[in-house]
């Protein structure tokens, strides 16, 4: 039973357009949502996270939207740049609830075409 | 500080063999945690330690898996009698406790059992 579901594998998008990554939870008692990217033969990095008690968090070009009446968050990358082009995971964590790990999504590819 | 190490990068073993890996953290982390990520996947918690305390351990981590981080800080992950679906990229990561801004990984050690 996947609690993280990013149904998209993949994405390409033009450079310098909006990128909009979708991830959906089922879990409510998750009360944190991160984004990682990773590049192949690396690591996941962290990118941007939010609170369950915010709707929106913003770093530069990468804005994290939270709908927690749909279960639904997303990422937006703006404007999109060939070196974003790497796959994203969403994570979620239950922190209130003191549980360590974060639970991740299967990840969506993105392509960023020059 | 160079980040999160893990040695070694690769490893391919016969089935049925030991292997041990190592994560070396951030130094100033109090928690290090293990996750593993096959192909298509996102990671998958296995499990985590604050300080020398292992705290949380996935139903993944069958019998044949042990963690250790015996002076808090590095750590080993071993596999006894390795089996094919063993083969995955194990990744280590740390926090400082409560990780609002998420994890550190590791580059990972890719484990091939043939």
């Known amino acids: 039973d996947q609690q993280v579901k990013q149904n998209s594998p993949s994405l390409s998008v033009q450079e310098g357009r909006i990128s909009i990554l979708n991830c959906d939870y089922t879990?409510?008692?998750?009360?944190?949502f991160l984004w990682y990217k990773k590049y192949p033969a690396e690591g996941p990095t962290f990118l941007i996270s939010i609170s369950s008690i915010k709707d929106k968090n913003e770093d530069g070009r990468f804005t994290v939207f939270l709908n927690k009446s749909a279960k639904h968050l997303s990422l937006h990358i703006v404007p999109s740049q060939p070196g974003d082009s790497a796959v994203y995971f969403c994570a979620a964590a239950n922190y209130g609830g003191s549980q360590g790990n974060l639970i991740f999504g299967k990840g969506t590819k993105l392509s960023v075409k020059p | 500080d160079t980040g999160v190490s893990q040695d070694p990068r690769h490893k391919i073993t016969k089935r049925g063999q030991n292997v041990t890996f190592r994560c070396d953290p951030i130094s100033e982390h109090n928690r290090l945690y293990w996750y593993r990520q096959t192909l298509g996947q996102g990671p998958e918690f296995l499990t985590y330690?604050?300080?020398?305390?292992?705290?949380?351990k996935s139903r993944l981590l069958s019998d044949r898996f042990s963690a250790e981080r015996p002076k808090g800080s590095f750590s080993t992950l071993e596999i006894q009698r390795t089996e094919q679906g063993d083969s995955a990229m194990y990744l280590c990561?740390?926090?400082?406790?409560?990780?609002?801004?998420?994890?550190?990984f590791g580059s990972g050690t890719r484990l091939t059992v043939v």
């Open positions: 330690f604050q300080n020398e305390a292992q705290l949380e």
């Open positions: 879990n409510s008692m998750f009360d944190y």
């Open positions: 990561a740390s926090s400082p406790v409560g990780p609002r801004d998420g994890y550190t």
